[in-house]
Structures are given as structure tokens and as C-alpha cells.
């Protein structure tokens, strides 16, 4: 039996797919977990919100919350952060662990600047009142920040 030389060059340029290691999924899956959650948490917070107090963006605003949603989001958000993270870091090499740790210690860098000064100014009359959110989100940027540069540099 003869193989032509078409067929032998078309799999030529193929290169075999190698299959993921328990730890590659062990991260995806905790990645995907903690997606999961934050867009569950997301969507029904968006449903859930009042329609006369309604802003528009669910996550933008500091209209009131139902009491059901608000005890039900908070057990999901603790219980599947806790979750994902100990997948998490049971899946990380040393080089991301080191990445995600000062990644970490930015983002309190940024909280622990940050909440002070904001609550002293708001005392003074110099600034509203301090947004925990809003600080949270920023110190969720740095942390983000952080963690790409030294994960991809």
C-alpha cells in the first residue's frame, strides 16, 4: 500500500494536542467556578432590584436591596469564593502563587491608603462619605493590574 505525498504533508504541519494536567484543570475549574458565581450573583442582582429605586446597572448603584437576595448572595459569595480559592490555590505553581500574593498585597496597599485618607477628607466636608465598594473595586484594579504584569512579563 502506497501513501501519496499530499497525504503525508497535510499531517505533517499538525502538531498532536497534548492533554491537560490535573493541575492545568484543577485551575480552570476554580477560575470557572468563581466566573460562575460572580455572574449568578451578578444576574440575580439585577433582576432583584427594585424596579422603583431601579438605576439602571444593578452593580452601579446603592439602591436598596431585598433582605432575601441580600442573605442569599452573601452565603454564595463566601461560600463560593471559599471554594474556588482553595481550588485555587491547590492548582498554582510557585511563580503564579508569588504573582498572586503581591497582587494581593497591592490591592491592601490600596485599601489601607485609600479608606483613611477618603474618611478623613469626608469628615472635613472635603469628600462624600467613603464608598466601600468603590475602594473595594479600585483595590480589585491594582490587584488585577499586579498579578498581569507579573504573571505575563
Known amino acids: 500500500m502506497t501513501v501519496s505525498t499530499e497525504a503525508m504533508m497535510s ?3 499538525k502538531v498532536a494536542k497534548r492533554p491537560m494536567s490535573p493541575r492545568r484543570k484543577r485551575y480552570f475549574i476554580a477560575l470557572g467556578l468563581a466566573g460562575l458565581f460572580g455572574g449568578v450573583l451578578g444576574a440575580w442582582m439585577q433582576i432583584s432590584q427594585n424596579a422603583e429605586h431601579s438605576t439602571g446597572f444593578a452593580m452601579l448603584s446603592n439602591s436598596p436591596l431585598p433582605a432575601n437576595f441580600a442573605i442569599g448572595a452573601s452565603i454564595i459569595w463566601v461560600v ?8 485555587y490555590h491547590r492548582a ?6 508569588r504573582a498572586y500574593l503581591w497582587a494581593g ?5 490600596t485599601i489601607t491608603l485609600a479608606s483613611p485618607a477618603w474618611w478623613v477628607l469626608a469628615r472635613a466636608g ?3 462619605p467613603a464608598d466601600a465598594m468603590l475602594i473595594f473595586a479600585g483595590a480589585l484594579v491594582v490587584n488585577c493590574a499586579v498579578w498581569l ?4 512579563r
Open 11 to 13: 499531517d505533517a504541519g
Open 80 to 87: 463560593g469564593m471559599i471554594v474556588s480559592l482553595v481550588i
Open 92 to 97: 498554582v505553581d510557585d511563580h503564579e502563587e
Open 105 to 109: 498585597t497591592a490591592g491592601w496597599y
Open 126 to 128: 472635603l469628600a462624600p
Open 149 to 152: 504584569w507579573l504573571k505575563y
